[in-house]
């Protein structure tokens, strides 16, 4: 049978206990947090910046022991105007304290100014919208005798307005009889889904679809189209593609 311990025992055990403790703490606190923190190395990782305003950002890297180095601003499609898209060093990398850390921070979306189209053909309107980084979108016809046939009398946005380069301008075009002519609309940049509803939206019909590789977009994403967007056609005229693969 084990004999318990006296209390001069337990006594010490306990003052043992607390000295190893403390020991234990300095120990840490000189030696273990230092190591952590990269103290002996002086090294750190470099924090993560995105989606922070340029204030914040700073603030990370001067008190992480880092410098701020060159501020650029660049256009986004999806971050928002402000706060911080790309970083040199990447979040992560493990670099000398002091070590110069420069950010691109975002200007918001690339805006352009809708033209006047008014009295253009969709080919010329098409041609016209592309050089400013606009897509022809969805043309519609009105038959009236007040403006020259095939010609373009409104935009939606209107001339004149200020949007985001990338965006579809939709238009209205003179018919004064009805034909069975349709417009080809711009299939680029939109995927097989889209280009099928639009093709029998504008009962034209696709035939022949050829394949290229292009890493930078989505699989199926028309690259190419056989007739210019916004040329006037017969219904049912046929369209070969070019797609992303």
Known sequence: MLNRPSRRDVVLIFIF???????LGFAADLLIIPFLEGKFFNKIAIPELRDLDSAAACSQLTG???AVGDIHRGFSMSARSGAVMYQTPFAGQIVKKGRRVSFVLSAGQEM?????LRELSPSQASDTLQRLGLR?????????QRWTPGSIIHS???AGDSVPRGSVVDITISQNSITGKTYVPDFVNLSLEQTREMARKYELALRRTSYRTESELVPGTVLEQSIKAGSKVDKGTFID????Q
């Open 64 to 66: 992480k022991g880092l």
């Open 17 to 23: 206990t607390m000295v190893f403790l403390g020991i």
């Open 241 to 244: 593609l070019v797609v992303s």
């Open 112 to 116: 352009a100014t809708v033209p006047n």
């Open 156 to 158: 939606n946005p209107a």
């Open 136 to 144: 022809l979108g969805e043309t519609k016809e009105v038959y009236s």
